[in-house]
């Protein structure tokens, strides 16, 4: 195939003899590269040993004691944050020029390991004890400043999943004590206000170039906390009332949808223009479907709806790289 | 209307494109050469990112299913005063479908340009299936009373069924190349090899080295494909059943898989203890080392990640008999082992040694080309303006001979 490809770049004046000659021998002599292979079992390797290790923990957990245990937690988390400190990049607003692998895993590894200490000893000695807030608060902070402060993207959706998770849980005993209703319908209230929140924060910080590149981040996270918030009022039955009105929420997302559209052909990006089909597409079957049951006689075109609809996305999609305005180089 | 579906020239232009590319990374070409190549070698098929493949092609399944339920529809209830019976309507159903679905795939094709963007392998999946469906029902119509399938492996007639699947799945592999079709043939192939077998006791001793025989054979067809002019077309195909052919051998000569499935076709409770025991003990330590020498000795990673899969299923299949270790003991040495391995490995393999290499792929530093002086050179040639009448650099055939682990 060399030789076909080296003809026919020869035929065109493209490359000069003697460099078609040098990349036929580089191409007949070249090494074979084992570089992915090794370093999958490098991996592996990795992977079992630690689950052997811990299984190995966990079955002499008696003679070993829970303050080794959480000393070498703590330690290899200490190492982590310690690496990840010691090649430490001035701090900017921007994108880090000059990031290093080596301390983006590393603060990555201490991170995870800061947050199974804490569950161990919440776990094991109770330490925050039924102030709940308090255990997620805490790693949520760490995250958020270690996000902006190493400029790591990976540890600032982990701070905001953990944000969610606190909101979670400081609003769910309120709600069960005041209204003495544990399904907790306005959680998907306060979902929807966090999703929103989180995308405009996004937002501002696309437009004020404040971290430029974490928005991406927040309004993907956002986004689909507020649109699932809204799913959930749209699916939930008869008997269990969503804190919205289904048909207010179809109408929400609708509109989310479009602002997404819009962000994504602004951003020539495609996960959020599938994002805005999806859920879209979801409203608009549920708007249909009531439309049907509203009016007595028209059961027939649920047939052609979908159909139609679907030929409607696949031409969507098919027409996507016009919609996003072609930028085929940036990806996702 | 040619025997490919896809534009062939199309094909090859893409694969100059990344060859490019790859060598611009290394630094064989220019930037200048490699855009000027991407220039003189354009292509137009539509190819998006996967994540709009994978909706793509869910959607047309999507819509396929829903025009499919309007044609059945139309069909059940459009002649309902005549005599047809159901089993005519649904053989109706699925050829018109059949039809339509393939008209569509041709027109999408030539008019959009698709290669393997979602729509067109959903539109061929399911016209397939509406084709497979109308053999089928045409079966059950030409045959008085169907007949159970267990009822026709037994008098070792399955086959009849199964041949025709094959001949249609073949035919579509050679219009449309697409790698699934050719998994599904090389499973079709082995399943009849397997429903000639089965039925007789001989037979069904000599499975596994049926099964084997079976995947050479048919490993050997793939490698003498590789040899055609078109073989750039298929070689997405060719690959996937060489690696299926690969793992099939493997597994048939399997100690593990031999003895539970003859357990199982004894209708036994435990598997006991199989004949010629000693020679599959060696099938399954022997073919993977096998894979490994051949993959490394010819550069082909077809072989070496078969090989390496084997590998780790004899372990387990070793595992499965003899408990040697406690698993976590087990884990952690082999943990252990790995990386103590792969560290050396990576580590004595830095420079190169014996063709192997532990630097990635086209990393500059395998240059072994002087751009400078051949650029000059170039330069040089291009003022001169030399004409070469009969330039021909190694016919133009593909003399490759085996997947030379170009990725």
Same mark, same amino acid.
């Given at each position: ?332 | ?127 397939? /299936? ?176 078969? /090989? ?96 030379? /682990?170009?990725?």
């Amino acid at each position: 195939m060399t030789d076909k490809i080296l003809a026919s770049l020869r035929a065109l004046h493209l490359i000069s003899e003697e460099q078609a000659a040098g990349i036929a021998t580089y191409e007949r002599e070249k090494p074979f590269s084992l570089y992915y292979e090794l370093r999958t079992l490098l991996s592996l390797g990795v992977t079992l040993l630690s689950t052997g290790l811990g299984l190995l923990i966990y079955q002499n957990i008696d003679t070993l004691g829970h303050g080794v245990i959480v000393g070498l937690i703590a330690l290899v988390s200490a190492a982590g944050f310690g690496y990840a400190y010691r090649k430490r990049q001035p701090f900017t607003w921007q994108q880090n020029p000059n990031p290093s692998t080596g301390a983006d895993y590393a603060l990555l590894l201490g991170c995870l390991t800061l947050l199974t200490l804490l569950g161990y000893l919440q776990y094991q000695y109770n330490l925050f004890g039924t102030r709940y807030g308090l255990l997620v608060l805490l790693p949520t902070v760490v995250f958020f400043v270690c996000a902006y402060r190493f400029d790591h993207r990976g540890v600032l959706s982990m701070a905001i999943t953990g944000l969610a998770a606190w909101v979670g849980v400081s609003i769910a005993p309120l709600s069960a004590f005041t209204q003495n209703d544990f399904a907790v319908p306005h959680l998907g209230a306060v979902a929807l206000v966090l999703g929103l929140g989180l995308a405009a924060v996004g937002l501002v910080s696309e437009y004020q170039d404040r971290k430029k590149h974490f928005g991406y981040t927040y309004l993907l996270l956002g986004s689909n906390v507020a649109l699932l918030a809204a799913c959930t009022a749209l699916l939930s039955g008869p008997y269990d009332q969503g804190f919205m009105p289904p048909v207010l929420a179809a109408l929400l997302i609708i509109g989310l949808s479009a602002a997404l559209v819009w962000y994504a052909r602004r951003t020539h990006s495609y996960v959020f223009v599938l994002l805005g089909a999806l859920y879209g597409y979801v409203a608009v079957t549920y708007l249909m479907f009531q439309v049907v049951e509203l009016i007595p006689g028209l059961e027939g075109l649920l047939f052609f709806y979908f159909p139609l609809s679907t030929v409607g996305v696949v031409l969507l999609l098919l027409n996507l790289k016009k919609i996003v305005a072609s930028h085929d180089e940036k990806g996702l | 209307m040619t025997r490919k579906a896809y534009n062939e020239q199309g094909i090859f232009n893409r694969l100059v494109q990344d060859t490019a590319r790859r060598w611009a990374k290394t630094g064989l070409l220019t930037p200048e050469q490699a855009e000027s190549v991407r220039q003189a070698f354009p292509t137009d098929f539509y190819e998006p990112h996967l994540f709009v493949k994978v909706a793509l092609f869910l959607f047309t399944c999507f819509a396929v299913s829903g025009v499919s339920g309007v044609v059945f529809l139309f069909v059940s209830q459009g002649a309902s005063g005549g005599s047809h019976s159901w089993e005519w309507r649904l053989l109706l159903g699925c050829m018109l479908c059949g039809v339509g679905t393939f008209v569509l795939l041709e027109t999408l094709i030539t008019s959009n340009h698709l290669y393997r963007s979602g729509v067109d392998n959903a539109l061929l999946y399911c016209g397939l /299936g509406y084709a497979g469906a109308t053999l089928l029902s045409f079966y059950s119509l030409a045959l008085p009373n169907f007949v159970d399938p267990e009822i026709l492996l037994g008098r070792g007639v399955l086959w009849l069924y199964l041949l025709p699947l094959l001949v249609l799945v073949v035919l579509a592999a050679i219009r449309y190349a697409d790698p699934v079709l050719g998994a599904v043939s090389f499973f079709l192939y082995l399943g009849i090899v397997v429903t000639l077998l089965l039925p007789s006791a001989l037979g069904k001793a000599l499975l596994p080295f049926g099964l084997m025989l079976a995947c050479a054979l048919a490993y050997q067809v793939v490698q003498w494909l590789t040899r055609r002019p078109d073989y750039l077309y298929y070689r997405t195909c060719v690959r996937t059943v060489k690696v299926l052919a690969l793992a099939c051998f493997y597994l048939a000569g399997n100690y593990l898989v031999v003895r539970e499935v003859n357990a199982l076709l004894l209708g036994l409770p435990n598997s006991v203890q199989i004949s010629f025991a000693p020679l599959f003990y060696l099938f399954t330590v022997a073919i993977p080392l096998l894979y490994l020498y051949l993959g490394l000795r010819r550069a082909d990673r077809i072989f070496l990640h078969t /090989g390496l899969l084997a590998l780790a299923f004899s372990l387990f299949t070793y595992r499965f008999y003899r408990s040697v270790l406690p698993p976590e003991w087990a884990l952690t040495l082999g943990g252990a082992v790995l990386i103590v391995v792969a560290g050396w490995a990576m580590r004595y393999l830095r420079p190169a040694r014996h063709g192997l290499t532990a630097e990635p792929a086209d990393s500059p530093g395998l240059s072994i080309l002087n751009l400078e002086s051949v650029v000059m050179s170039h330069v040089a040639a291009n003022t001169m303006q030399a004409p070469e009448p009969g330039f021909q650099f190694g016919g133009g055939s593909s003399g490759g001979g085996g997947a030379e /682990g170009k990725y």
